[in-house]
């Protein structure tokens, strides 16, 4: 079932039409329900924590979300830089669209911030995208890259390049539409860490 598919006509349903509980055709009117619930972004530079941590969400969350990590579909058909890899967050969100007619929320767990997914039309798909930013210390951050497997192609200048990143994370984060919300994870374990994630997610969804 593609609820971006019209159910009478065949015709492709415009997402940014999205009402409170329904989707319209454009084509031909019809109106089909449609289950607009908040998408939860756990995020922040790479060397945060998010896989770690979203490993541990799956079995937290599993009676009430479903908890997915966003590199699954980091391929070379959805990745374009030049377009600041719109294709691959528009597949993103469709797929989490998708997923909650379920009725359970979608957490996904990767890079993104707001400005890469609030401007999409398919956001009209969800009630509210809340982000959090997984962060840490910059020597910290440093070397939790260095320490990974040589296949991941850390090497310093990538490194200095994700640093810039997270230190503009941190500075703009509350300045951001929504605002995210910053989690340090310098000194917690993974457990303690996402045993915060979850309950930022629940208080939020309660």
């Not at 770690?52 to 966003?70: C, K």
């Amino acid at each position: 079932m593609n609820p971006l598919v019209c159910a009478r006509c065949g015709a492709r349903v415009d997402p940014s039409g999205a009402a409170e509980a329904a989707l319209t055709c454009v084509t031909c009117g019809h109106r089909q329900p449609f289950r607009r619930l908040p998408l939860y972004c756990v995020t922040g530079p790479s060397g945060t924590g998010k896989s770690a941590v979203g490993r541990l969400l799956v079995d937290a969350l599993a009676d009430r979300f479903v908890v997915l990590e966003q590199d699954v579909l980091w391929t070379a058909g959805l990745r374009d830089p030049t377009d600041e890899h719109r294709r691959f967050r528009t597949t993103w969100l469709r797929m989490a669209g998708m997923i909650q007619q379920s009725g359970r929320p979608v957490v996904l767990c990767g890079t993104v911030v707001p400005p890469e997914l609030e401007p999409l039309p398919e956001r009209a798909l969800f009630s509210d995208i809340h982000y959090l930013a997984l962060t840490c210390e910059p020597d910290t951050l440093a070397a939790r890259l260095r320490a990974r497997p040589a296949w991941r192609q850390w090497d310093e200048p990538r490194i200095a390049e994700m640093l810039d990143y997270a230190a503009w994370v941190s500075d703009t984060a509350h300045r951001m539409s929504p605002p995210m919300t910053l989690l340090d994870t310098t000194d917690g374990t993974v457990a303690d860490t996402a045993s915060r994630v979850t309950a930022w997610i629940d208080h939020r969804h309660g």
